[in-house]
C-alpha cells in the first residue's frame, strides 16, 4: 500500500510501527526519526517518511475524509467485472489467481499471447480487479529529477550513451536540492527519484550532501544512479536514502551482454540484491522490444523481477533513440505493455507497477489504459525544463513540453476520474470542488 495521507500510529514494536488510515492498518519501518504511539506520519513504501505536526494532520485528514470516500467508490466501480460473460478458459485462470494459486508458464504465455480485443479487456479489467483488491484506490505519485545526462556507459539502446553527440549537462548540488525543496513545499511531493547516467562527477561526498540536505526535507529518496559501487550505495542509506530505482533490463543473458558492453547480467543481478540486503526499498523491471526478445523472455522478464522481490515494479517498452545502435527496431505494441502489466499483477498481486513515461511516449492514452490494466504508480517529471529535453534517452519524450503544474494537474485530474487517491502529493493538488 502506497498511501502518503497522513497516518496515526497506533503500535510500535521496536522498529516497526503499526499506522493507521481511515482504519486500514499498516506496517512501516521507523529507523529514521523519534516516533512515538499518538504522532501522526507520513510513509512511503512501508517506510517513514516524516513525522507531521497533529494539528496539520487532522486538517488534511478531514479535507481526504471528505474526497477518500467518493473516489473509492468510483475505483470500486470501474474495477467490477462482470464474471457472467467471461469465456471458461478466462474464468478459470481468474479463479486460480483469485484463489492464489501460481499460474503456470504456458498460462502466462497464453495470456501474453492473446490478440483479440474482447478476450484482452477481459485480461485487463481482472488485473484492474485484482489492483484494486490488494491496493485499494492508493496510487502514488513520486517525483523524478534528472539531474545530469553524463553517462560513462554504453548502453547501446539508451540516448544518453557516452558516444553519443548530445548537449550535456550536470545540475549543481544545491541546484538539486533547490528543486527537491520546491516539490515538497508548492507540491506536496513525499517521494523522489533522484536520476542520472552512470557520472562519476558525483563522487561519494557530493551525493552524500545531497542525500542528507534532501532528507532533511522528509522525503523518501530513490536513488536511480545505475551500477555505483556497493560501498557507495551503504553511504548513501547511512545517510538517508532508502530507495533505489534499478532495472535489470532483460533476464536474457545474451540480450544483455549485446546490449550492455561493460557489465553482465550477474553483476546488475547480484548488485539489486546486495542493495535489497542493506535494506533499500527496491523498484527494478525490464524493457520490453529489446532485439532478439521472445514472450518467453518477457515471461522471465516478470519471474525475475518477482524474485527480486522489490517493492515496485518498472518496465517500458524501448523507445528506439537516434544515433543509438536500436534506432532501427520496431517499436512494440501498446498492448504488449499493457498484457505485460497484468500478467505481472497476476503473479506478484500485490506489488506496485509504475507508468513509466516511455510507455506514455508510445501512446499518450496508454497512460489511463495502464492504470486501468494493473498499474498503480506514476512519476511526475519535476527536472526544469531547460534541462528535460536535454535528458533523451529516447526521442519526443513524453511531457518535455508541459509546464510542472500542469503536468500535475493532468496527473490528478487523471487518477481523481478514476476513482484513486494520488495520497503521494499535498492537499495544494487536490483540485477544489472534487
Ligand atoms: N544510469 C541509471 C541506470 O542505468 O540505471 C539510470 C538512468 S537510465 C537512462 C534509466 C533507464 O532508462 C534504464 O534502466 C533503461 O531501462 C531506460 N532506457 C534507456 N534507454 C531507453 C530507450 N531508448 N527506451 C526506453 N527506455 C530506455
Known sequence: MCYA????????????AIIDYFGEERKILIDLDDIKVGDYVYAQGGVLVRKILPEEAIEILKHWQEIFFELKKTD??????????????????????????????EEMLSLLSI??????????????NIRQREHGNASCVHGIIEFSNYCDQSCYYCGIRKEKNIQRYRMNIDEVIAIAKNAVELYGFKAIVLQSGEDLWYDDEKLITIVKEIRKLGLLIFLSLGQRSKDTYAKLYAAGARAVLIRFETSNQDIFAKLRPGTTLNARIELIKSLKEMGYIIATGFMLGLPGEMNEDIINNILLTKYLAPDMYTFGPLIPSLGTPLVKMPKITKDLVLKT?????????????????????LEESAKKEALLAGANSMMINVTPKQYKSLYSIYDNKSGIDVELENSIKETVDLLFKLGRAPTDLGLCCIPSGA
Do not use: H, M
Open 5 to 16: 495521507i497522513p497516518a496515526k500510529v497506533k503500535k510500535i514494536i521496536d522498529k516497526i
Open 76 to 105: 470500486e466501480a470501474l474495477a467490477k467485472i462482470d464474471t457472467d460473460k467471461l469465456p471458461p478458459n478466462v474464468l478459470g485462470v481468474l479463479q486460480n489467481i483469485n484463489l492464489k494459486k501460481t499460474l503456470k508458464r
Open 115 to 128: 490478440e483479440n480485443k474482447n478476450e484482452l479487456k477481459v485480461l485487463y479489467e481482472i488485473a484492474n
Open 341 to 361: 502489466i497484468s500478467i505481472a499483477r497476476f503473479i506478484d498481486s500485490n506489488c506496485n507497477i509504475v507508468v513509466t513515461t516511455a510507455l506514455e511516449t
